[in-house]
């Protein structure tokens, strides 16, 4: 056997968990600077997280028609809640939307964008590509 083997580290789901939302906290941080606003990651991930609920909810509403999607008050609870996370942020993130799909994260950023322009910041993406903004870190 030959001596310079390394041994195997297992990670506790615990630790992977915790190193994902250290990595999370730390794009947060880095979306900011790209912008030039000083993050506290994990406060703005929590009220990221807080908006990102809210917002699902909205899309499931819509889809379960408690609340009809083309309506007045759906689009201003949607202007409500993406200028809320402008305020979180401290700018306006290109592109930034609401996805009315349920299935899927609510606040997002067009693949095309986070190619172009957010491409050095490192952002979470979906099966499609988008960028997501508060992902659900879960092990």
């Not at 979906?126 to 659900?136: E, N, Q, R």
Request: proline fraction near 2%.
């Amino acid at each position: 056997m030959n001596n310079t083997a390394r041994k195997e580290v297992k990670i506790t789901k615990k630790q992977a968990r915790i190193d994902s939302l250290n990595r999370h906290y730390r794009f947060l941080e880095s979306l900011g600077a790209f912008h030039g606003v000083k993050l506290d990651g994990k406060k703005t991930s929590m009220k990221l997280w807080h908006i990102e609920r809210e917002a699902h909810q909205l899309a499931t509403d819509g889809c379960n028609g408690v609340i009809d999607s083309s309506s007045d008050e759906y689009t201003f609870k949607e202007d409500a809640l993406i200028n809320r996370v402008y305020d979180v942020l401290g700018f306006e993130p290109s592109g930034l939307f609401l996805n009315g799909d349920a299935r899927g994260y609510a606040l997002k950023i067009p693949s095309e964008i986070v190619d172009d322009l957010y491409y050095k910041v490192g952002f979470h993406r979906d099966m499609g590509g988008f960028g997501i903004l508060s992902p659900d870190i879960q092990l």
